[in-house]
């Protein structure tokens, strides 16, 4: 009598194998990653990609039944970390919460951040507001995991209790931890982004290509997040799959750069491409301008001083900072490369009522800019401008 019952408690009802049970849950967990960069990252936060209504629909129920995730909440509190990136209204940002408390306990920053009614209407508009969202999903969304558990144990016994754990624990520790975390504090960085976000390594097939945390936020709408030869994005490679069967539509990926030769004068193409490739510029500008000038004038510098000259010692402290900027201020050509690359920074941020104002003005301050370089007897900054001059959109395609 008692063996039916201990077998059932060992193996459940399917009497599968640990080898069976463990690739049951590496293919669980690979789907909550999916739907979480897919649906609630990709699609719903970032409109980078459109998926077929049926398939939104597994998504939604995919992620009440595996995280209890209010659609709503998640974007909001992800759309809040983009607006406020590194600011003490990031919901997770290491450089105020400690990377400690993100990596270990990411998952309690976002509980308190969603708590925020106002900061729910103002960044989670668009998501779903159906039947379902407002009777089950949103009300009751503890009852996914409560299910998520009754179906692990029944089919697997004592073991689905560990593996119902483990995929509680998933997403909390790669997403709200690792990502969130590690992924603002270390790493490689393809663009000098206005925050610390970095690729934590070129692939990671299992967390969705949410790795290239860099790229992302160089190109927040983009549906694709690999941007260089050797990266992997294994979301990509699933969205393309399901755009092949006809259940996604790809809506935005970052824009490819052309570089045109003998451009004499910045035109409207010029200005285009310099738009839609911002951290680009100051990728190539610290590259090929300013980090010749840094190993050569600055060796004295210490190190964590000499790394700052990247960010214009953002991230330093204050005294930190005025040392910094006394520093380049005794060196006159560093000096004027540094207030280039300000100036050309500060193009973006012009502002106007009208649109057409607007335009004309970054274009005359793009045109001025390129002037006084090519006039500053720096040959390289006489080159970067020449290069900048010929940026152009390569056409689309993805």
């Known amino acids: 009598m008692f063996l039916p019952v201990l077998d059932w408690l060992a193996r459940g009802l399917t009497q599968a194998s640990y080898w069976q049970m463990a690739g049951y849950f590496l293919v669980m967990v690979q789907l909550t990653i999916f739907t979480t960069t897919l649906y609630l990252h990709r699609s719903a936060t970032h409109r980078g990609v459109d998926f077929h209504p049926v398939l939104v629909h597994a998504f939604r129920f995919w992620s009440w039944l595996t995280m209890a995730m209010v659609t709503k909440e998640w974007v909001a509190v992800h759309r809040m970390h983009h607006a406020k990136c590194e600011t003490e209204e990031d919901p997770h940002s290491p450089r ?18 969603r708590l925020d009614k106002a ?74 982004t206005h925050d610390t976000a970095t690729n934590l390594t070129p692939w990671a097939l299992w967390i969705g290509g949410e790795e290239l945390h860099n790229n992302h936020h160089a190109f927040p709408s983009s549906a694709k997040f690999a941007l260089r030869r050797f990266e992997v994005d294994i979301g990509w490679i699933a969205i393309r799959a399901l755009r092949a069967v006809g259940l ?57 001083l000499r790394r700052a000259l990247r960010s214009d010692g953002r991230w330093l402290d204050e005294a930190h900072r005025l040392k910094l900027q006394a520093f380049i201020a005794s060196r006159p050509q560093l000096a004027t490369l540094v207030a280039h690359r300000q100036r050309l ?25 390129c002037a006084d370089a090519e006039a500053s007897g720096i040959r390289a900054l ?6 900048l001059k010929g940026y152009a959109l390569a056409p689309a395609h993805a």
């Open 96 to 113: 105020f919460h400690g990377i400690h408390q993100v990596l270990w306990r990411g998952v309690e920053l976002y509980q308190d951040a």
């Open 119 to 192: 900061m729910l209407e103002k960044y989670g508009k668009g998501t779903p507001d159906d039947w379902l969202e407002r009777h089950v999903y949103t009300p009751r969304s503890t009852l996914g995991p409560i299910l998520m558990l009754v179906i692990s144990v029944s089919l697997f016994g004592v073991p689905g209790l560990f593996m119902w754990a483990l995929q509680m624990a998933w997403i909390p520790f790669w997403a709200a931890g690792v990502i969130n975390g590690l992924g603002h504090w270390w790493g490689y960085r393809n663009f000098d």
């Open 248 to 304: 996604a539509k790809v809506l935005r990926v970052a824009p490819e750069l052309n570089l045109r030769p003998n451009i004499a004068v910045p035109d409207a193409e010029t200005l285009r491409a310099m738009m839609a490739h911002r951290w680009q510029v100051a990728t190539d500008y610290f590259t090929t301008v300013l980090k010749p000038a840094v190993q050569t004038e600055a060796r004295e510098l210490p190190g964590r």
């Open 345 to 369: 920074l500060a193009i973006y941020e012009l502002k106007s009522a009208a649109m057409d104002a607007r335009v004309d003005a970054k274009m005359e301050a793009l045109r001025a800019w």
């Open 382 to 387: 006489e080159e970067f401008s020449a290069r």
